[in-house]
């Protein structure tokens, strides 16, 4: 197989902690990066499934029916679906009734720190398995402080970013950015700049992808 280790392949995912297949869709992809070998550096950026979604949330179930008309049989099918795509790639879904949809502003802003540091690719780890894996409140920002802390980053400066709110404005414009270049759903992989794919496509398909780009590379 042809890699791109000549030139660093450069990979940007939009994505938010709350979508499911975000953390589905770049498990394949970094399963597919790591059997071809491939050099890369990767980007993650904001985007919000739910910009007004309130500070409190809402119940997973009655949020997908509002959102999306999904009946609890479909509601049902659709976690079962994810939980195997997880469980293909390494991550454990719990889904429960009492599982709740949270607003991600601030989610996005303890991300934009972390990132400064250096830190960014952890905390977005932490923060998928802290959703989806252990029903974590990511509406309340001590869990968010609580987590950041589990990574290695500050605590006590984690709360205090999210008290006075220091990179809301930068939080926006990145993700008026990407809306204003036509990403509206997540993921979002962009290869090199101008290759955009959409969704969890899978390991082969991430895998043949990957392969499409080293022989244009070559």
Request: proline content about 3%.
């Amino acid at each position: 197989m042809a890699t791109l280790n000549s030139t660093k392949l450069h990979i940007d995912i939009v994505s938010d902690v709350v979508c499911p297949w975000c953390v589905i869709g770049y498990r394949q992809l970094a399963k597919a990066l790591d059997a071809s070998g491939t050099d890369y550096e990767l980007h993650w950026h904001p985007f919000e499934l739910n910009p007004n979604m309130p500070p409190e949330g809402q119940n997973l179930r009655e949020h997908i029916a509002e959102k999306y008309g999904a009946t609890p049989e479909q509601s049902q099918e659709n976690r079962l679906r994810m939980a195997q795509a997880g469980n293909d790639v390494g991550f454990e879904f719990s889904f429960a009734d009492d599982m709740r949809m949270h607003n991600t502003f601030n989610v996005h802003q303890l991300l934009h720190w972390a990132d400064q540091q250096g830190r960014m690719h952890d905390l977005k780890q932490a923060l998928f398995a802290a959703h989806f894996t252990h029903r974590r409140n990511l509406s309340d920002n001590n869990v968010l402080a609580e987590v950041a802390a589990e990574t290695g980053l500050e605590r006590t400066e984690a709360l205090a970013i999210l008290a006075d709110q220091r990179f809301a404005n930068e939080v926006r414009a990145a993700e008026s950015a990407w809306v204003s270049k036509g990403i509206s759903s997540v993921p979002a992989v962009i290869f090199n700049h101008r290759h955009l794919v959409s969704g969890a496509q899978g390991v082969e398909n991430f895998t043949r992808i990957l392969e499409q780009l080293a022989a244009a590379e070559d």
